[in-house]
């Protein structure tokens, strides 16, 4: 007992320890072989199920790249897709990845397949509405409006390119003509106003000198004039005719050239100031026309009004220009021809402010022959000059901020003052 006792059982516990611990191994190996023989049964199963599949795989990859050579050329595949396909191969690391990342926007651009789609179908349908046609509007390929888009491209669209070429040509032979016979139409018309602003006048002197108006042809614009105004025209001719042309072909194509010839594409802004400019001025029969007026002295001599006007002083200017105004309404109030239903009313604001009191008489005297009746708003100063010649006279005073009028008769101021 004593020498049991005294014996050293330590190296049996480590045995056991050590037994212990190869058990416990033993057991994870098992149970790890165990494990191993599953996946091994089940990655037998999978790829069975993959070798069964494998033919449909295969059938799917054919039908792939059927689609793919179908939808897209060689030239994109090797240019475009498959460098890109490289590319975010790289990136991405897997084919599915890549397939991922481009899933939103595949879906955008099949949205926006659906929404085309259905608007084709909206225009085949309204294709066959207006034209009656009976095509297939559901139908995936577009052949059968596309050879109706040859057909009508290749044989109708040359028929209607002809007809508008027609169509265009004759428009504008009509526009030419119209425009040309309005402008002829409107400087005659002036040349007869202006003849009979002159009978008005005729026999209205302003004092010692008499006035008449002139119109004559622009000589900056000479040809054109001349082409417009040309007698063959009533004659037969026409702008097209061969004698005209032989005349005047120049002088039509540079005016026309001035208002028509844009060329082709979207004009700049200079281009339409310019065009817009042109048209102004040459649709306007003005242009084409010199105004004048001749004052004839008693003595005969004339003056034109465009050759002195600068040197004249400015009652000088102003006796014109009230002769320019009476003649007008001379005609537009009817007065020449014993028109008597018009009240033959003129109103001057500041009037004769530039005439001495000689030229202010003559010319209310002449407003008195012409039979017209005024109204005159004149400076103070120059109520001197005019309350005389005139029925009535108003004096409007302003003080602060209240006006009056007072209504006088020269002649009791002259009685006064005698």
């Known amino acids: 007992t004593d020498e049991l006792g005294g014996m050293d059982f330590s190296y049996l516990e480590q045995l056991n320890h050590k037994i212990h611990e190869l058990k416990e191994t033993i057991a994870r190996h098992e149970q790890r072989h165990r494990q191993n023989l599953k996946e091994c049964y089940r990655t037998e199963e999978r790829m069975r199920s993959q070798q069964q599949l494998l033919p449909q795989l295969r059938q799917q990859e054919k039908e792939s790249l059927t689609t793919l050579e179908r939808s897209y050329g060689d030239a994109w595949r090797d240019e475009t897709g498959e460098p890109r396909f490289a590319q975010e191969l790289t990136k991405r690391g897997t084919p599915a990845r890549v397939k991922d990342a481009f899933q939103t926007a595949r879906r955008g651009t099949q949205t926006r397949m659906e929404n085309e789609w259905g608007r084709l179908l909206n225009h085949r349908a309204d294709y066959n509405r207006d034209h009656r046609a009976g095509f297939d ?53 002036v040349q007869d106003q202006i003849a009979e602003l002159n009978r008005a006048i005729k026999d209205t002197p302003f004092g010692r000198d008499t006035y008449r108006f002139t119109v004559s042809r622009n000589p900056r614009f000479r040809h054109f004039y001349d082409m417009i105004t040309d007698e063959m025209l009533m004659e037969g001719y026409n702008l097209f005719s061969q004698a005209f042309q032989e005349k005047h072909r120049d002088s039509v194509e540079e005016l026309f050239r001035q208002i028509v010839d844009v060329g082709e594409g979207v004009l700049s802004a200079d281009q339409r100031q310019r065009l817009q400019a042109n048209l102004e001025e040459f649709t306007d029969y003005r242009t084409y026309l010199d105004f004048d007026l001749v004052n004839t002295d008693d003595q005969g001599r004339e003056v034109r009004l465009s050759r002195v006007l600068s040197k004249k002083s400015g009652g000088e200017t102003q006796t014109p220009f009230y002769v320019s105004v009476l003649a007008s309404f001379l005609q537009v109030y009817r007065v020449q021809q014993g028109d008597t239903s018009t009240m033959r009313l003129i109103v001057f604001d500041e009037a004769y402010s530039k005439m001495d009191h000689q030229r202010i008489r003559e010319s209310i005297k002449l407003i008195r022959d012409m039979g017209l009746q005024v109204i005159l708003s004149a400076p103070t100063e120059k ?36």
Do not use: C, W
């Open 137 to 189: 509007i559901n139908h995936p390929d577009n052949h059968a409006y596309q050879k109706e888009l040859d057909r009508l491209r290749d044989t109708l669209l040359l028929e209607y390119r002809a007809k508008i070429e027609q169509a265009k040509e004759k428009a504008q032979i009509q526009f030419q003509e119209d425009f040309i016979s309005k402008l002829k139409a409107k400087i005659e018309t």
């Open 383 to 418: 109520i001197g000059d005019i309350a005389p010649h005139v029925d009535r006279s108003l004096l409007v005073t302003r003080v602060k901020n209240e006006t009056m009028v007072r209504s006088f008769d020269s002649r009791q101021l002259k009685e006064m003052g005698a």
